[in-house]
């Protein structure tokens, strides 16, 4: 069994930046998704094997994915924060980014941390 952990969730004023990291394996596809109460997780960003990645148009030109597989970890840079972006946070492991939106095509998955700005 594979356990994701995110950590770096917080209360933030509206314009500030929070940092999500979550503790992962080199999957060939990792991505962040976000759950607004009573709502679907929805797709924030994606990170390939290659480097290569893919945003939400609400969070583009905002918010950075990263990752550094010598610690085994994944960063979700969010900066210029909105009080819509209140949300829970998860990092997900797929094999493949080609459905990066659909949150079926991710086989692990973290418990959340929550992100709220004010």
Not at 23 to 44: D, I
Not at 68 to 97: G, H, R, V
Not at 107 to 112: D, K, M, P, S, T
Request: with cysteine.
């Amino acid at each position: 069994h594979v356990q994701l952990v995110e950590s770096g969730g917080g209360s933030v004023q509206a314009g500030g930046s929070l940092r999500l990291s979550c503790a992962a394996s080199g999957y060939p596809c990792m991505g962040w998704f976000r759950q607004f109460p009573g709502k679907k997780r929805e797709g924030v960003a994606t990170i390939d094997s290659d480097g290569s990645t893919s945003y939400a148009d609400s969070v583009k030109g905002r918010f950075t994915i990263s990752q550094d597989n010598s610690k085994n970890a994944l960063y979700l840079q969010m900066n210029s924060l909105k009080p819509e972006d209140t949300a829970m946070y998860f990092c997900a492991a797929s094999i493949s980014c080609e459905d990066w939106r659909d949150e079926n095509s991710y086989i692990y998955w973290g418990q959340g941390t929550q992100v709220t700005v004010s």
